[in-house]
């Protein structure tokens, strides 16, 4: 069986229009709205998503959840970013959380205006995947604090 890997994706300075599209995506229709090669095969999921498949889990105007196998889907992180600034969101931030469900692996992935922020570790320990949650908020701020540079 594979390793499911979770994704937490949240959104700030979006356009109405942005909003809007997100809002009216579900599980069956955010992939076709971002790709229009949209193709339902293990190649096409490992070429533009980057896991072998993709499920969302719940989808709204200021976060998305979702399932990948294997790895997170950083191109598929990539492209929705891509979709919300065409989308009157010049400014957009995606900020997207991930956990493997062993835990082998966990890391954070941010996009902002000229930025692009990744970091992940390997290896947990049992006795540290408590302190996940806190490493989550103190990389958020190290990705908030690119801007003000």
């Not at 992939?31 to 533009?48: C, E, F, H, K, V």
């Not at 969101?89 to 890391?107: C, K, L, Q």
């Amino acid at each position: 069986m594979a390793n499911h890997v979770t994704s937490f994706i949240t959104f700030e300075n979006l356009s109405d229009k942005a909003e809007d599209f997100l809002e009216n995506m579900n599980d069956e229709t955010l992939l076709q709205g971002l790709y229009s090669d949209y193709d339902n095969t293990y190649n096409w999921y490992i070429d533009n998503v980057g896991a072998k498949w993709l499920t969302v889990d719940d989808i709204d105007s200021t976060n998305i959840s979702c399932t990948s196998a294997w790895s997170p889907p950083v191109q598929f992180y990539d492209k929705l970013h891509e979709k919300l600034i065409e989308l009157n969101s010049p400014d957009a931030v995606v900020w997207a959380t991930y956990e493997d469900e062993m835990p082998n692996f966990f890391g954070v992935y941010g996009l902002g205006k000229d930025t692009v922020y990744e970091e992940n570790l390997y290896d947990v320990h049992p006795d540290f995947w408590e302190e996940v949650q806190d490493w989550f908020s103190k990389e958020y701020d190290y990705f908030q604090e690119s801007f003000e540079k």
